[in-house]
C-alpha cells in the first residue's frame, strides 16, 4: 500500500532513540522528510545518519523540552527548513523511574515530572504546530503515552518495584484527555488527532529494569525477562518496531477517519473493553 508519505514533512521528539527513533525510521523508509528532536546532540546525529542512510532528508533539533520557548523554537526551525510541518508525533517524555514508589516519599516535582516533562511539552508543540496546519487545512498530530493512562499494573506485571507508576500514568492520562478534546477542536479543519499507548517497551530504559527485576526476584537476568513476558499474552515485551507501523498509518493521508483514538500496541496486556 502506498501510504502517500512521499515528501511529507514530519516532527518527531524524542527522536533519537527508543520508539521515536524507529518511528522516524519508518517515516524516512516511506519517503518523509524527517526532523527529530532530542536533548542530547550526539545521539540525534547518530539517528541522522541511519535516517539519512534510507534516502531521506533528516534535520536535527537539539533542544530540552522542558522549556516553553523551546518548545516554540523547535517548530519555527522546523518549518523555516521544510516549509511545513505535515505531522508531528509527540513521543518526548521525561524519565519517571527516579520517582519514589510511595506517595508519601514523593516531592511535588516528582509527581509532575511526567505532566511537565511530557504532557505539556507535547500540548505546547501541538499548539505551535496548529497555525501552520490550519493554515493548509491538513494535518495529523500523534501522541506515544504508555498504558498507564488506562490501567494499573499490579505486583510482578510490572518490570520493577522501583519507581511510581503513578506518576507516568498522569501525564499519558493527561495527554489522552487532551487529544481527545483537541481531536474535536481540530477535525473540521482537516486535522486528524490520536494517540498510541505502547505497553513495556524494549527502550534504552529495558535493560536496567530487567536488571532491577532480577535483583528483586532473585533471578538471572535472563529469567527475570521471560517472567515478565508471562504477564504478556503474546510472551515477549513490546518492541519499537511494533509500535512504528501504526504511528505510519495513523499519519498517512489513507487514514482519513480515524482520530480522537486511544489506541494500545501491547501484546494482549491491557484487559478492559472500551467501547
Keep these: 500500500m502506498d501510504l502517500q508519505l512521499t515528501g511529507k514533512a514530519v516532527l518527531v521528539t524524542g527522536g533519537s532513540r527508543g520508539i521515536g527513533r524507529q518511528i522516524a525510521l519508518a517515516f524516512a523508509a516511506e519517503g518523509a522528510r524527517v526532523a527529530i528532536c532530542s536533548r542530547g546532540e550526539a545521539g540525534l546525529l547518530t539517528a541522522a545518519e541511519e535516517i539519512r542512510a534510507l534516502g531521506a532528508e533528516c ?89 498507564s493512562a488506562r490501567m494499573v499494573m499490579r505486583g510482578r506485571e510490572r518490570p520493577s518495584t522501583e519507581g511510581n507508576p503513578m506518576v507516568s500514568g498522569l501525564g499519558n492520562a493527561m495527554i489522552t484527555n487532551f487529544a481527545k478534546m483537541l481531536g474535536e477542536q481540530v477535525v473540521k479543519e482537516g486535522i486528524l488527532v490520536n494517540v498510541i499507548h505502547p505497553h513495556i517497551t524494549r527502550s534504552d530504559r529495558h535493560p536496567a529494569r530487567i536488571t532491577r527485576r532480577a535483583t528483586e526476584m532473585g533471578l538471572t537476568e535472563s529469567e527475570a525477562e521471560a517472567d515478565l513476558a508471562t504477564y504478556i499474552p503474546i510472551g515477549r515485551v513490546v518492541e519499537p518496531s511494533d509500535i512504528a507501523p501504526l504511528a505510519v498509518l495513523l499519519a498517512s493521508p489513507v487514514n482519513g477517519a480515524i482520530t480522537g483514538q486511544a489506541i494500545t500496541v501491547d501484546g494482549g496486556a491491557y484487559r478492559g473493553i472500551n467501547y
Design 59 to 147: 534535520l536535527t533539533v537539539p533542544a530540552d523540552l522542558t522549556d516553553a520557548v523551546a518548545c516554540q523554537n523547535v517548530v519555527d526551525q522546523v518549518i523555516a527548513a521544510f516549509g511545513g510541518i505535515d505531522i508531528l508525533v509527540n513521543n518526548a517524555g521525561a524519565n519517571v523511574d527516579s520517582a519514589p514508589s510511595k506517595l508519601a516519599d514523593a516531592s511535588d516535582d516528582q509527581i509532575m515530572s511526567r505532566v511537565g516533562g511530557k504532557a505539556l511539552a507535547a500540548i505546547r508543540l501541538s499548539r505551535a504546530v496548529l497555525p501552520y496546519m490550519q493554515s493548509v487545512h491538513s494535518g495529523r498530530i500523534i501522541f506515544i503515552g504508555g498504558t
